[in-house]
């Protein structure tokens, strides 16, 4: 039986690139936000909900989801947040579900990175362990503007819908600490890649 991991954290704290590291390993990672991409892409399950409860004014002429206007439409309101979460996270519950059973119970275990673990208890039941991933707020906010070009003021009013650090730690099981030093990082990952290797011995 696979004994699967939940990693989580803020934006810009560094979930994928954890995620990466214990991939390079050989260890099954799944990603919430990898299914949601697919969901929203075009002919992806979910956009005929969206189109008729968020509006077809998000859509391109081709046909496909605005994902700036979107993002700009969630944000104007957190009641569009609601109905875009109420939409989106069933579909990605139940793909994260069959993936989960498509993976060989032999493997020890696996990882599935959800970036609303905290926000979310029903995604809790997916795994059976939590894993945070913390940076400091310098850092994330570096990042995410490197990485997505966002402003300053847009990545703290995401940071602002995100759970806080004390919510995330009351959930956790295990922290990793990425501040930007990739040996210490390699180092953690290795330690808990041990610690999750003896949780449940595989069987043939």
Not at 92 to 120: C, F, M, R, S
Request: hydrophobic residues 40%; glycine residues 6%.
């Amino acid at each position: 039986m696979t004994y699967w991991i939940g990693l989580s954290g803020s934006i810009g704290s560094g979930k994928s690139t954890v995620a990466t590291c214990f991939a390079n390993l050989g260890v099954p990672t799944l990603s919430a936000d990898e299914i949601s991409h697919i969901l929203t892409a075009p002919g992806g399950e979910a956009l005929p909900q969206i189109r008729a409860h968020c509006g077809q004014e998000l859509f391109s002429a081709d046909g496909s989801l605005d994902r700036e206007l979107l993002r700009n439409w969630v944000f104007a309101d957190s009641k569009n947040r609601t109905i875009l979460e109420t939409i989106l996270h069933p579909l990605i519950w139940q793909e994260l579900h069959q993936a989960k059973q498509k993976i060989d119970n032999t493997v020890p275990y696996g990882i599935i990175e959800i970036p609303l673990l905290a926000e979310k208890p029903e995604f809790q039941k997916l795994v059976q362990r939590i894993l945070i991933v913390e940076a400091p707020l310098t850092c994330r906010l570096k990042r995410v503007q490197q990485r997505s070009g966002l402003t300053e003021k847009l990545t703290r009013a995401i940071m602002a819908q995100q759970a806080d650090d004390i919510n995330r730690k009351s959930i956790a099981d295990d922290i990793i600490n990425n501040d930007g030093n990739w040996e210490h990082l390699h180092q953690q990952v290795m330690h808990l890649h041990s610690i999750y290797n003896a949780l449940t011995p595989a069987k043939s």
